[in-house]
């Protein structure tokens, strides 16, 4: 177990201009999405900062607080004066702990949809993002002029809602970081052409803001490399910092734009820490300040970041989100019990993508910590019982860490060799290894917590029965429904797929099928890839998992049938059937056929028990099939009557 004094310049206070921080870790802004339709702060936010705040996080910054109806987007905060009630709500929430908060002021330009703000949307140049697609109104300078002051009226606003600092939005989304851009900016006055002129509202913004905030300090989330065509680099990144520095009391690191959002949001297809280079060059040009992000998931890495000196303070997003307790567990020295983020990106970036609030695979309580935060959930049982859970994968293996955590004395039965079920094979396809960290986590809980685990053990009736349980959960998970002569996802990760030409059958549209496609594709076979939805891989998170993968599949022999089932093989011809278009296709030549995501649920020994267990639940795959979120969210609302 590592301990905390290896942890020392991490764990050490630091100083922004006055405001003291008792270590060096910072939330890092991002939008959840918990805003309600007019634009005010929830609850909702007030309990999810007041987690991390009791997790011992030193700053959060409070993102993307719209300085202007112009550049509203759906569920965002505005800087308005119906907000400041709620906002005073949450930073007082947040100082009881003795953390920081910041305001994070911004405005979206060509990423604003006019349907949601009812104008024109505004832009340097009417040039769209293509992830919005909304040819925008190219601003006047009287526009210009206004938004500088909406800047500096909105931080005035705030001030009242007791931020104890504030931070200009310059990052992957939002019309600051549009005027700095080459590919987003052509104009041809002073706000535009040279590097000079593209940072002059920037410029303008912080000096017309500065003049409301007192000695309370005021930073920046700089964009570093847009990883666009003809977009600025971390050369020019470099450039902007120095202009910006004398106006800045820090400098927040940020990468990319929606356009090529998975540097922004990496997900588990790069390597952890990859944006690390470039931030130690911004470090060395500039005087203030530098905050770290992209990636820094361990503590390991974190404490070398900053005894490198490539950063001063280390920024969590998704870390956070998935332990909120990170700092806590680094203070007591229990790295092992970190709950990691493991990158997948489904239940935060995939649902802020799709307009909804975020949560997390590996952490089902965020976003619903009025519910489910630590303190309820670990919360002692006044009367602890004896628990067997039927089943080690991750549904069983959480319900036996909640279960544990309240007091119960908890047997788990799995009849494998290991723990994990589903987890284990998700995390041995290309480009997936980190999913084992929730495995991982678990198994780590379920060993502090005294969990009698008892491996190569079959739940039955009787073993059941046999421990005189008071609480039984059943946890045992689904089987696949392959027809015969048909391969599985196992038998693909078993190299048992002969032959140089193969069907993959996906109704997953997810992880297995995805997975099972380019791990045949490495092999050199050609894959004919076939799924029901609309398009291949869809339920994975578009645009940080599933674009990287397309990008890795081009190199590849892999055609694609999207909308369409397999309704016949035969001697080595496969029939397609699109349902939409009522079309049929032959494939020839065929030599093997995978199927994956087709499952039924295990469920004959929760009706075994029904009648002679008072206590008895079904949770996980067992209850019905669906993937690990859903797993681990069914054990989490299980707590609730355990």
Same mark, same amino acid.
């Given at each position: 177990?590592?301990?905390?004094?290896?942890?020392?310049?991490?764990?050490?206070?630091?100083?922004?201009?006055?405001?003291?921080?008792?270590?060096?870790?910072?939330?890092?802004? %991002?939008?959840? !999405? !918990?805003?309600?339709?007019? %634009?005010?702060?929830?609850?909702?936010?007030?309990?999810?900062?007041?987690?991390?705040?009791?997790?011992?996080?030193? /700053?959060?910054?409070?993102?993307?607080?719209?300085? %202007?109806?112009?550049?509203?987007?759906?569920?965002?905060?505005?800087?308005?004066?119906?907000?400041?009630?709620?906002?005073?709500?949450?930073?007082?929430?947040?100082?009881?702990?003795?953390?920081?908060?910041?305001?994070?002021?911004?405005? !979206?330009? @060509? #990423?604003?949809? &006019?349907?949601?703000?009812?104008?024109?949307?505004?832009?340097?140049?009417?040039?769209?993002?293509?992830?919005?697609?909304?040819?925008?109104?190219?601003?006047?300078?009287?526009?210009?002029?206004?938004?500088?002051?909406?800047?500096?009226?909105?931080? #005035?606003? /705030?001030?009242?809602?007791?931020?104890?600092?504030?931070?200009?939005?310059?990052?992957?989304?939002?019309?600051?970081?549009?005027?700095?851009?080459?590919?987003?900016?052509?104009?041809?006055?002073?706000?535009?052409?040279?590097?000079?002129?593209?940072?002059?509202?920037?410029?303008?913004?912080?000096?017309?803001?500065?003049?409301?905030?007192?000695?309370?300090?005021?930073?920046?989330?700089?964009?570093?490399?847009?990883?666009?065509?003809?977009?600025?680099?971390?050369?020019?990144?470099?450039?902007?910092?120095?202009?910006?520095?004398?106006?800045?009391?820090?400098? @927040?690191?940020?990468?990319?734009?929606?356009?090529?959002?998975?540097?922004?949001?990496?997900?588990?297809?790069?390597?952890?820490?990859? %944006?690390?280079?470039?931030?130690?060059?911004?470090?060395?040009?500039?005087?203030?300040?530098?905050?770290?992000?992209?990636?820094?998931?361990?503590?390991?890495?974190?404490? #070398?970041?900053?005894?490198?000196?490539?950063?001063?303070?280390?920024?969590?997003?998704?870390?956070?989100?998935?332990?909120?307790?990170? *700092?806590? =567990?680094?203070?007591?020295?229990?790295?092992?019990?970190?709950?990691?983020? +493991?990158?997948?990106?489904?239940?935060?970036?995939?649902?802020?993508?799709?307009?909804?609030?975020?949560?997390?695979?590996?952490?089902?309580?965020?976003?619903?910590?009025?519910?489910?935060?630590?303190?309820?959930?670990?919360?002692?049982?006044?009367?602890?019982?004896?628990?067997?859970?039927?089943?080690?994968?991750?549904?069983?293996?959480?319900?036996?860490?909640?279960?544990?955590?309240?007091?119960?004395?908890?047997?788990?039965?799995? =009849?494998?060799?290991?723990?994990?079920?589903?987890?284990?094979?998700? &995390? &041995?396809?290309?480009?997936? =290894?980190?999913?084992?960290?929730?495995?991982?986590?678990?198994?780590?809980?379920?060993?502090?917590?005294?969990?009698?685990?008892?491996?190569?053990?079959?739940?039955?009736?009787?073993?059941?029965?046999?421990?005189?349980?008071?609480?039984?959960?059943?946890?045992?998970?689904?089987?696949?429904?392959?027809?015969?002569?048909?391969?599985?996802?196992?038998?693909?990760? @078993?190299?048992?797929?002969?032959?140089?030409?193969? /069907?993959?059958?996906?109704?997953?549209?997810?992880?297995?099928?995805?997975?099972?496609?380019?791990?045949?594709?490495?092999?050199?076979? +050609?894959?004919?890839?076939?799924?029901?939805?609309?398009?291949?891989?869809?339920?994975?998170?578009?645009?940080?998992?599933?674009?990287?993968?397309?990008?890795?599949?081009?190199?590849?022999?892999?055609?694609?049938?999207?909308?369409? *089932?397999?309704?016949?093989?035969?001697?080595?011809?496969? +029939?397609?059937?699109?349902?939409?278009?009522?079309?049929?296709?032959?494939?020839?030549?065929?030599?093997?056929?995978?199927?994956?995501?087709?499952?039924?649920?295990?469920?004959?020994?929760?009706?075994?028990?029904?009648?002679?267990?008072?206590?008895?639940?079904?949770?996980?795959?067992?209850?019905?099939?669906?993937?690990?979120?859903?797993?681990?969210?069914?054990?989490? +609302?299980?707590?609730?009557?355990?």
């Amino acid at each position: 177990m590592e301990n905390k004094r290896d942890f020392s310049q991490l764990l050490s206070p630091f100083s922004i201009k006055g405001v003291e921080l008792k270590n060096r870790v910072v939330f890092l802004p %991002h939008e959840p !999405y !918990y805003g309600s339709e007019d %634009h005010l702060p929830t609850k909702k936010h007030q309990f999810y900062y007041e987690e991390r705040a009791r997790g011992g996080v030193a /700053l959060i910054v409070m993102p993307s607080l719209g300085v %202007h109806p112009s550049g509203y987007y759906a569920c965002q905060v505005a800087a308005r004066e119906e907000s400041l009630p709620r906002l005073k709500e949450i930073t007082a929430t947040v100082h009881s702990y003795g953390t920081k908060i910041f305001a994070q002021l911004t405005h !979206y330009g @060509n #990423q604003t949809k &006019s349907v949601e703000t009812l104008q024109p949307t505004w832009a340097p140049s009417a040039i769209p993002d293509m992830t919005v697609r909304e040819i925008p109104k190219e601003m006047t300078k009287e526009e210009i002029i206004t938004l500088v002051k909406a800047f500096g009226q909105a931080a #005035q606003l /705030l001030m009242r809602a007791n931020f104890d600092g504030f931070e200009i939005k310059v990052a992957h989304d939002g019309i600051l970081r549009q005027f700095l851009s080459p590919a987003k900016n052509s104009r041809k006055d002073e706000y535009g052409g040279s590097l000079q002129n593209r940072a002059r509202i920037v410029i303008e913004v912080l000096k017309e803001v500065r003049q409301y905030l007192g000695d309370k300090p005021l930073g920046l989330r700089l964009c570093l490399d847009e990883f666009i065509p003809n977009g600025y680099s971390i050369d020019d990144a470099i450039e902007y910092a120095k202009l910006f520095n004398p106006f800045v009391d820090y400098i @927040n690191s940020d990468f990319g734009t929606w356009e090529s959002m998975a540097y922004s949001l990496p997900s588990l297809n790069f390597e952890q820490g990859f %944006h690390l280079k470039a931030i130690a060059r911004v470090k060395k040009a500039v005087t203030v300040p530098v905050i770290a992000s992209g990636r820094i998931i361990q503590p390991a890495m974190a404490e #070398q970041v900053l005894e490198s000196g490539t950063a001063d303070l280390i920024g969590l997003a998704r870390g956070l989100i998935a332990e909120p307790y990170w *700092v806590k =567990k680094v203070e007591a020295g229990e790295i092992e019990e970190i709950s990691e983020c +493991t990158g997948c990106n489904q239940k935060c970036v995939g649902r802020l993508l799709q307009n909804r609030a975020i949560s997390c695979v590996v952490n089902p309580a965020s976003g619903f910590e009025e519910n489910y935060s630590r303190q309820v959930i670990y919360s002692r049982s006044s009367s602890p019982q004896k628990v067997v859970i039927a089943g080690g994968g991750p549904a069983g293996m959480k319900a036996a860490e909640l279960a544990a955590r309240k007091g119960h004395q908890v047997v788990l039965l799995e =009849k494998s060799d290991s723990l994990g079920g589903r987890v284990k094979l998700e &995390s &041995s396809l290309p480009g997936k =290894k980190e999913l084992a960290g929730t495995a991982r986590y678990l198994t780590s809980a379920l060993t502090n917590l005294n969990v009698d685990v008892r491996l190569n053990t079959e739940a039955t009736e009787d073993k059941i029965l046999a421990e005189k349980p008071d609480i039984v959960i059943i946890a045992t998970g689904a089987s696949r429904l392959n027809n015969p002569g048909t391969y599985s996802i196992e038998d693909v990760l @078993n190299h048992k797929v002969k032959g140089e030409n193969a /069907l993959v059958m996906d109704y997953d549209a997810g992880l297995e099928g995805t997975g099972a496609v380019e791990y045949l594709a490495s092999q050199g076979k +050609t894959v004919h890839w076939v799924t029901a939805v609309f398009f291949n891989g869809q339920d994975n998170e578009v645009s940080t998992v599933l674009l990287p993968i397309y990008g890795r599949l081009g190199t590849k022999k892999v055609i694609t049938h999207p909308m369409s *089932v397999m309704v016949k093989f035969d001697n080595g011809q496969a +029939t397609l059937l699109n349902p939409y278009f009522n079309r049929t296709e032959i494939l020839s030549g065929i030599e093997a056929v995978v199927v994956t995501g087709l499952k039924a649920a295990n469920n004959a020994l929760y009706a075994a028990l029904k009648d002679k267990v008072a206590n008895l639940h079904l949770i996980g795959d067992a209850a019905a099939p669906r993937d690990t979120a859903a797993a681990l969210a069914d054990a989490l +609302t299980l707590s609730a009557y355990l």
